[in-house]
């Protein structure tokens, strides 16, 4: 049961535009989405996060979106770096519980 | 600070054989976690501890998996007999407090072929 999903496995933009990436959940007491970064070769690495009760986080060139209504969420990064190339996993907490259950990722490529 | 420190990086084993990894968390973490990655199923929790305690280990796929926490410095993950299907990448994590809400912190890996 993938209560994480996100459908698309790759996605290449160019330099400087922006990369939009996607995240549907199907539980709905999830209170709190995670995004992570992976390198080849390199362990996932925390991005942003953001609270269930928000619409919207921002860090710097990346900011996340929450539609509770459409149990989806989306990374913006903007502009789009090539060292942004990398595969994204969007994570969610199971309630009461102390672990994260991840999407299977979106690898994404940025070409100059 | 080293981060999570996994070893070795690469394991390349035959049927059959007894596979251990090894996972040292960031120090003052009391969260220790154990992920597997494949193509087929992503992500996947195995095993997770607090304060060396195992908490869940609803995710670890049959009994030849097998994890041990000693001490708050040091954990293994063991297979024990290997089979081809093992092969993926193992990911230890350590988290303070717990990784509801809070950052994992992932250790590069351990690339396991059994052949």
């Known amino acids: 049961d993938q209560q994480v999903k996100q459908n698309s496995p790759s996605l290449s933009v160019q330099e400087g535009r922006i990369s939009i990436l996607n995240c549907d959940y199907t539980n709905s007491m999830f209170d709190y989405f995670l995004w992570y970064k992976k390198y080849p070769a390199e362990g996932p690495t925390f991005l942003i996060s953001?609270?269930?009760?928000?619409d919207k986080n921002e860090d710097g060139r990346f900011t996340v979106f929450l539609n509770k209504s459409a149990k989806h969420l989306s990374l913006h990064i903007v502009p789009s770096q090539p060292g942004d190339s990398a595969v994204y996993f969007c994570a969610a907490p199971i309630q009461g519980a102390q672990k994260l259950v991840f999407g299977q990722g979106t690898r994404l490529t940025i070409n100059p | 600070d080293a981060g999570v420190i996994q070893s070795p990086r690469h394991e390349v084993t035959e049927m059959g054989q007894e596979v251990t990894l090894r996972c040292k968390p960031i120090?003052?973490?009391?969260?220790l976690f154990w992920y597997r990655q494949t193509m087929m199923r992503g992500l996947e929790l195995l095993i997770y501890f607090n304060n060396n305690v195992p908490i869940d280990d609803s995710g670890m796929p049959e009994d030849r998996f097998s994890a041990k926490m000693p001490n708050a410095s040091f954990s293994t993950l063991k297979i024990q007999p290997s089979e081809p299907r093992d092969s993926a990448v193992y990911f230890c994590?350590?988290?303070?407090?717990?990784?509801?809400?809070?950052?994992?912190?992932f250790g590069s890996g351990t690339q396991l072929s059994v052949l």
């Open positions: 994590a350590s988290s303070l407090r717990g990784g509801g809400g809070e950052k994992l912190f």
């Open positions: 120090s003052g973490h009391n969260s």
């Open positions: 953001i609270s269930s009760i928000k």
